[in-house]
């Protein structure tokens, strides 16, 4: 059984800086892509950010690029996402992701997250 748990999230303000950490469970998570979705309130969930199952190719939004950064250590089994220069539009449940990445700005997702709540004051 797969979990992916995240943690990290929280209120700050325009401006700052949150790093989210996704802890993966139940396989090898560096044989599988690792991604990031968001979701604020009464929109759709939307992809954020990706990583190949090695580190070395990283996928992105247009809106999050040059202020997000994610990463992983996979001796962890753990992917990050380190948010900078917060905007109060960051304002998500941002949930963890395994799959497969199928374009620059799309995965197919096998498990998710429960989701951390990431709120940005202006």
């Known amino acids: 059984q797969v979990q992916l748990v995240e943690s990290g999230g929280g209120l700050v303000q325009a401006g700052g800086s949150l790093r989210l950490s996704c802890a993966a469970s139940g396989r090898p998570s560096s044989s599988y892509a690792m991604g990031w979705f968001r979701q604020a309130p009464g929109k759709e969930r939307e992809f954020v950010a990706s990583?190949?199952?090695?580190?070395?190719?990283?996928y992105y939004t247009g809106s999050v690029k040059g202020r997000f950064t994610i990463s992983r250590d996979n001796a962890k089994n753990t992917v990050y996402l380190q948010m900078n220069s917060l905007k109060p539009e960051d304002t998500a449940v941002y949930y963890c992701a395994q799959g497969t990445i199928l374009t620059v700005v799309q995965m197919r997702v096998d498990y998710w997250g429960k989701g951390t709540l990431v709120t940005v004051s202006s």
């Open positions: 990583i190949s199952g090695s580190g070395a190719n990283t």
